[in-house]
């Protein structure tokens, strides 16, 4: 017979003890594309449970290099691809369904004739281009890195913007659009005679933006720093942070809004991997470097944790963090040759879809690489089937019932055992046989 507890809480599984170090099984891997170079800069699940993913292509299209746009099924199967572009080198840098069940992609189109142009790219549900709209500076070319439908129906871009004078400058590009991709503001960030450009933008809750990229202070000579700007709803900075060190190059790639406020970015310092939490204010609260790695990606997880992707040991590369940054598992996926992820989100089943390229599989040279994983183990999993199999945050209203034969414990934040039917709204952790800790935030 089970034992009830009553509880309303927000279930927020994290591994330790037992399940620390145990990262998903692979369910799937693909390896798509020709003899030439290949690869996925972005990819995302989307509402029918399959994913999207964009990068370019050398094997297939008009010459150069082309945008190709894929749409797979839940299993790695292939829907449908598209290939965009002309005779010369185009990209596809970031991909997002939009409302309407179509997909904006941002990228770069070069015509030869006036510069390379940052492109937005609006589809339908099938791939098919509804309209195209490019950008430039008045003296130089323009390239996209990240774009973000936002909540007014219009797009977020983030990318570089290029001046031939002086000295052919790379700025910080942000661009905010209509709806129909039509401009209604940009700014930029950086210095005359040094090359910045902005990597990730996500909008946030205040209805502002934070980005993340790469500066080049003066003070710092022809060295990279990370950068990381917020601003309010038009554009204008609230503030920028720059993190780095003086004497060597760094760079920043990605960055997410915490669900407790403040930011978390990765990406490069030094030659090492790096992870970065601020504040709201962009003040560091801690970072993580490891040696001999690149971070390319990260995402929120549903407990509100982070996963992380890139390359690590010539590999594609995951970690799973918790909100205070520390590490629960790694996992290295790849071949005899190099291969490396660039994108990853956690999918609806708490699995990880992963992007990026493989230089071990496929056809030849690099392929776009996709890497599906199993849903993540978690406390409930192991508990048995008196509690319906739950991954990421879910809420449980009534009693909380555990199997029989099950010891349970109640501690709060400071480590102080509680009564189960006496507990307030708070923070608690839940300890089950005295090895599986789960955190539980009790909501009323």
């Given at each position: ?121 609006k589809t339908d549900a099938n791939g098919i281009t509804t309209w195209i709209k490019q950008y430039r500076t008045p003296d130089g070319p323009a ?12 797009y977020i871009v983030t990318g570089k913007a290029g001046h031939t004078a002086p000295s052919g400058s790379d700025y910080i590009w942000l661009l ?246 006496r507990v307030r709204p708070g923070i608690y952790f839940i300890e089950v046989e005295g090895k599986i800790t789960q955190k539980v935030v009790k909501?009323?």
């Amino acid at each position: 017979m089970d034992r009830p507890h009553t509880f309303t809480v927000l279930l927020l599984p994290i591994t330790f003890s037992l399940l620390s170090g145990q990262g998903p099984d692979t369910l799937w891997t693909r390896a798509y594309g020709g003899d030439s170079v290949d690869l996925a800069y972005s990819v995302q699940q989307t509402t029918d449970g399959g994913y999207i993913a964009v990068g370019y292509t050398r094997s297939f299209g008009l010459g150069g290099s082309d945008i190709w746009l894929l749409k797979l099924y839940a299993n790695g199967d292939t829907a449908w691809t598209r290939l965009i572009g002309g005779i010369y080198d185009d990209e596809g840098r970031d991909v997002e369904q939009t409302s309407d069940g179509g997909y904006i992609i941002t990228g770069f189109i070069d015509t030869m004739a006036d510069w390379g142009k940052l492109c937005l790219i609006k589809t339908d549900a099938n791939g098919i281009t509804t309209w195209i709209k490019q950008y430039r500076t008045p003296d130089g070319p323009a390239e996209g890195y990240a774009v973000e439908q936002t909540t007014d129906g219009g797009y977020i871009v983030t990318g570089k913007a290029g001046h031939t004078a002086p000295s052919g400058s790379d700025y910080i590009w942000l661009l905010k659009t209509d709806a129909n991709g039509d401009t209604i503001w940009c700014r930029e960030w950086g210095y005359p005679e040094w090359s910045s450009w902005g990597a990730d933008v996500q909008e946030t809750r205040d209805g502002g933006y934070i980005l993340t990229g790469t500066i080049v202070l003066p003070s710092t000579y022809y060295y990279n720093d990370i950068s990381l700007i917020k601003t309010n709803s038009s554009g204008g900075a609230g503030w920028t942070r720059t993190y780095g060190d003086s004497a060597v190059n760094d760079y920043g790639y990605s960055v997410e809004e915490s669900p407790f406020g403040g930011h978390i970015a990765v990406g490069q310092r030094s030659g090492n991997g790096y992870i970065l939490r601020t504040d709201a204010n962009g003040d560091s609260l801690w970072a993580r470097i490891y040696g001999g790695s690149e971070y390319r990606s990260v995402s929120i997880t549903a407990d509100s944790g982070y996963i992380i992707t890139g390359c690590r040991n010539y590999n594609l590369y995951l970690i799973r963090m918790d909100e205070s940054g520390d590490t629960l598992w790694v996992k290295e996926y790849g071949g005899v040759n190099t291969d490396g992820g660039y994108s990853v989100e956690q999918t609806t089943d708490d699995g990880y879809i992963i992007g990026g390229f493989t230089y071990s599989y496929g056809a030849g040279s690099s392929d776009v690489y996709l890497v599906k994983t199993e849903p993540e183990p978690g406390i409930v999993e192991m508990l048995g089937n008196s509690l319906k199999q739950i991954y990421g945050s879910t809420i449980i209203s009534g009693p909380l019932r555990l199997p029989e034969g099950k010891e349970c414990r109640v501690f709060d934040v400071s480590g102080r055992e509680m009564r189960p039917d006496r507990v307030r709204p708070g923070i608690y952790f839940i300890e089950v046989e005295g090895k599986i800790t789960q955190k539980v935030v009790k909501i009323q």
